[in-house]
């Protein structure tokens, strides 16, 4: 069964607090991505990971930092959680499509708010 | 750096219309062309993509795509109160960062 998962589902934290985002995918898919999404704004890339350690900024990268030990799992933490990163998160997934192109898999989201 | 917009923001039509959204980018370079759906409170999930100039039909979907004029759009034939939903384009170069740029969406709600 084909599946992004992201823990947790809720999560509210005050400001200064440090966040640890979690998403895995049973798919042995090479790529993962992080994104936000505000009203108004659709999907805002933060970072994307090409493979275990093989990371790279996306378009609003500031603020946060990532992390991929294995294939199959990818994390996103925030270093002293500000209340304008208060967001849905959601994780995505797909093959590597060798400058093709690849169906993104998308995790349920992760709703976060920073008070 | 790559702008991607949709239009309408947002729309409602009556069940059985044609729906017809838009998508305009900046990028002449672009390759890659996706649609994508989004129910309230789920995730965003993968409808139809196109690489080339022209036409795509799959069901009651269509994708139109004319890289000259840095437009595609997505065409809902017999619009069914199910499609109620966000519709998100996203546009991608295929060099670089491979990185997918996402527009704001545009919310449909079909009414019966």
């Known amino acids: 069964d084909m599946k992004v998962t992201q823990m947790p589902r809720y999560l509210i934290k005050r400001m200064g607090e440090n966040v640890l985002l979690e998403c895995g995918q049973d798919m042995s898919h090479e790529t993962m991505y992080w994104y936000r999404q505000d009203p108004g704004l659709g999907l805002q890339l933060i970072y994307i990971?090409?493979?275990?350690?093989?990371?790279s900024e996306g378009d609003i990268p500031k603020g946060y930092r990532v992390s991929r030990k294995k294939r199959e799992h990818f994390s996103l933490i925030l270093d002293s959680a500000k209340t304008n990163q208060t967001s849905v998160y959601f994780c995505?997934?797909?093959?590597?499509?060798?400058?093709?192109?690849?169906?993104?898999?998308f995790g349920p989201g992760t709703r976060l708010t920073v008070l | 750096q790559q702008k991607v917009q949709q239009s309408p923001e947002s729309l409602i039509v009556p069940e059985g219309a044609m729906t017809s959204l838009n998508c305009t980018f900046s990028?002449?370079?672009?390759?890659?062309f996706a649609w994508y759906r989004q129910h309230s409170g789920k995730a965003p999930k993968a409808l139809m993509s196109i690489f080339s100039n022209g036409e795509k039909e799959e069901g009651r979907f269509t994708i139109h795509l004319n890289k000259a004029s840095l437009h595609f759009s997505l065409h809902i034939r017999d619009s069914q109160p199910s499609d109620s939903a966000l519709y998100l384009c996203a546009v991608r170069r295929n060099t670089g960062n491979y990185k997918y740029v996402f527009g704001a969406g545009t919310r449909l709600k079909v009414i019966a």
């Open positions: 990028d002449s370079a672009s390759q890659y």
């Open positions: 990971s090409y493979d275990v350690d093989s990371n």
């Open positions: 995505a997934s797909s093959l590597w499509d060798w400058g093709g192109y690849a169906e993104q898999f």
